[in-house]
């Protein structure tokens, strides 16, 4: 992992090989604390696409399950163990009358990566002797962060590309409000074996974000492109089979196909209000200003 944005931070790191369970666990015992365990541990390892679906099994639930084994072998077991999944873990939701998601549905999940991540949910869910706490943040978005930089770049070159001809509410959540619900969550006697979705506590449509993103650029003229289901399903299925061949995953694949699909993204957070305070300081006006800022920065640095 790059620690490019890591440097002179009184951290220490550890490097992990998660392909060796005994050398993992053989690192965690020489680098836990004096007390003999870590107040918490946020586990935010994972992958988000990959060539093979057994990539993403290996990573995004192997690789869980054999960390897990090992804090309980070394009896480092944390007063926190917070998990970040995703609401992609649930599947789709109601997209006739756009119902939010409020944690009560049977998880459908619907893609490789929603697959993968509710089968480490699911093992969780059985360490009764572990203290988990269960985050699934709908779209994380922020300076660095480069799916949603595809869309502002995009913008930044007047054109605005959309999926399909139906209205589709989308949700977001700036990186600060989600680490500052991290440690909140950590905080709270009321977390522990629970779920929580993360989301800004209202949607947006396509045309409000194109705005949004537009009017931090200084753009005022940005011609929106909406590409049908049928061609963006076939640009992913060729996409995919050239990550395929070549082991290198691709950004745009079926499994982003089914995402950028999807409708319904309305999200309801009441039960991490309720619990932990949730609170989201960084509407999407003043997320997207801090991400449009922080990409004319490092866009100026490189033509200078």
């Not at 679906?53 to 399950?65: E, H, K, P, Q």
């Amino acid at each position: 992992t790059s620690r490019r944005y890591l440097k002179n931070l009184p951290v220490k790191y550890i490097v992990l090989d998660y392909d060796d369970p005994d050398d993992m666990t053989a690192r965690l015992e020489q680098a836990r604390p004096e007390s003999g365990r870590w107040n918490a541990i946020i586990y935010n390892l994972g992958a988000t696409k990959a060539a093979r679906f057994s990539d993403f099994n290996r990573v995004n639930y192997t690789y869980l399950r054999d960390f897990v084994e090992a804090i309980h072998e070394i009896e480092a077991v944390p007063d926190k163990f917070l998990y970040m999944s995703s609401l992609s873990a649930l599947g789709p939701k109601d997209e006739k009358n756009y119902t939010p998601y409020d944690g009560t549905e049977i998880p459908e999940p619907n893609t490789r990566y929603g697959l993968s991540k509710i089968k480490a949910e699911t093992h969780l869910a059985t360490q009764l002797w572990l203290p988990w706490i269960i985050f699934r943040p709908t779209g994380v978005y922020g300076p660095r962060e480069k799916d949603y930089l595809m869309m502002v770049k995009s913008i930044d070159r007047h054109f605005d590309f959309g999926v399909g001809f139906r209205k589709q509410m989308l949700t977001f959540i700036y990186v600060e409000d989600l680490v500052g619900a991290m440690f909140d969550a950590l905080a709270s006697p009321s977390t522990v074996h629970r779920r929580y979705i993360i989301s800004e506590p209202r949607s947006y449509t396509q045309k409000e974000f194109r705005r949004l993103v537009a009017d931090a650029l200084g753009r005022r003229f940005v011609l929106p492109v909406r590409v049908p289901i049928w061609g963006l399903w076939l640009v992913s299925n060729i996409a995919q089979l050239v990550g395929a061949i070549t082991l290198r995953p691709s950004t745009l694949n079926a499994d982003k196909f089914k995402i950028m699909r999807q409708r319904n993204w309305n999200c309801d957070v009441a039960d991490a209000v309720r619990d932990f305070g949730f609170h989201a300081d960084f509407p999407l006006e003043r997320g997207v200003r801090e991400t449009v800022d922080a990409y004319l920065r490092e866009k100026n640095h490189h033509e200078q």
